[in-house]
């Protein structure tokens, strides 16, 4: 890959490599589990597939005229997805309440290099920026973006009730099969709104019998570029 830099995240201390992916848009890998954050045959394209065309395009045809979106997201990670939700939210004119739940947040100087030459290096200092544990409204030409950044363990964290779309972008199976479990997945059921979806780049047989283990009807869908699948969730 091109474009390739290494530098120490002080919140984890273990050594990220950026990578550009075949969009040209970024990625992180992280050696210590030879893995990295977003497709590297294209991570915005991945993100956009996955959250937005088939999370929150989805919800608003099947809310018309909905004046506001609850995002429930599991890992903040690079903010791409919170971000993409920024442009979706400017783009149609309906609200986004956003929130987040992080373990181990990227440390800033590292979100300075990563999103520091893209369109999105002001809305990442504000969003990475932005206080844990409360809510901050980002500023944007239209539409209104409001975010909550809950520093937890997702075993422990809260979870606020009436979520209409959440976007489940856990490291895959593999790397961390803790995060696929139906003990996760039960209280994410009964958060969401009786007209809400879960959305996951995952298809993995694992993740699909703990998704419908909880009660949440699947959609089995076409994943972005080289993946076959990708799914959708819904209240049984």
């Known amino acids: 890959m091109g474009n390739e830099a290494t530098w120490a995240d002080s919140t984890n201390d273990e050594a990220v490599r950026v990578l550009t992916t075949d969009d040209g848009s970024k990625t992180l890998y992280l050696p210590g589990m030879d893995e990295t954050y977003h497709s590297t045959h294209g991570a915005i394209t991945e993100s956009r597939h996955v959250y937005i065309r088939h999370g929150l395009d989805c919800w608003l045809r099947e809310n018309p005229g909905a004046a506001e979106v609850r995002v429930f997201e599991m890992g903040l990670g690079t903010g791409t997805n919170a971000l993409l939700a920024m442009d979706w939210s400017e783009e149609t ?41 409360q809510w901050t409204e980002i500023p944007m030409a239209n539409g209104v973006f409001r975010l909550f950044k809950h520093r937890s363990d997702i075993q422990s964290a809260e979870i606020p009730a009436a979520m209409d779309v959440v976007f489940w972008d856990a490291f895959g199976p593999k790397k961390q ?38 009660g949440f009807a699947l959609e089995k869908l076409d994943g972005p570029p080289f993946k076959r699948h990708m799914l959708r969730a819904r209240k049984g």
């Open 93 to 133: 004119g309906c609200r986004v309440a956003f929130y987040s739940v992080e373990k181990f947040p990227l440390a800033k100087p590292v979100m300075q290099v990563y999103w520091g030459d893209t369109v999105y290096a002001e809305r990442s200092e504000a969003l990475h920026g932005a206080d844990w544990e």
């Open 177 to 214: 099969t803790g995060v696929w479990r139906e003990a996760l997945f039960r209280p994410i059921y009964d958060s969401l709104d009786a007209r809400g979806l879960l959305v996951t780049y995952s298809s993995a047989g694992e993740v699909k019998r703990a998704l419908k283990g909880v």
